[in-house]
């Protein structure tokens, strides 16, 4: 989930006028994704991160064709997560966005337990499914 910090710091930067809400949003989505990609054993369960570091063979979504697996890509593109993204829509009344996701986490409670409930269910998928390639490879 987002930490504090970054959530402040997005709030300073949009009331103190230094950047746009995109910009702002952009900036704290990726340290998102960099601390998601890092948090699980030294690394990341996600390709493109493993794939830096020679821990996978391409960066490469196992289930699209050409699509970098990133944390953003999975969360809010990937179709084998589509299902989870339409349940998150309806239980939050709107679409879930990146562009959105910290006015989405900040809007309530069911907005936030919404969203950590599908983070924990995507993030347990990806590392079964990182320890299942690493099964295959050895």
């Known amino acids: 989930m987002t ?15 230094d950047a746009s809400m995109e910009v702002t949003s952009a900036r704290v989505v990726s340290a998102w994704q960099s601390r998601w990609s890092s948090s699980s054993k030294g690394h990341g369960c996600f390709k493109s991160y493993l794939h830096r570091f020679g821990h996978e063979t391409d960066p490469f979504c196992t289930h699209c064709a050409g699509a970098i697996e990133d944390a953003e890509y999975v969360f809010f593109v990937c179709p084998r997560f589509e299902a989870l993204r339409h349940e998150l ?11 959105d996701l910290m006015d989405t986490l900040l809007g309530s409670q069911n907005n936030w337990d919404a969203v950590s409930k599908m983070t924990v269910f995507v993030m347990k998928y990806m590392r079964r499914a990182e320890r299942q390639r690493n099964r295959l490879q050895t």
């Open 89 to 99: 829509s309806l239980a939050i009344g709107k679409p879930f966005t990146v562009s």
């Open 3 to 17: 930490s504090l910090d970054l959530l402040a710091n997005q709030a300073q930067e949009r009331t103190g006028g």
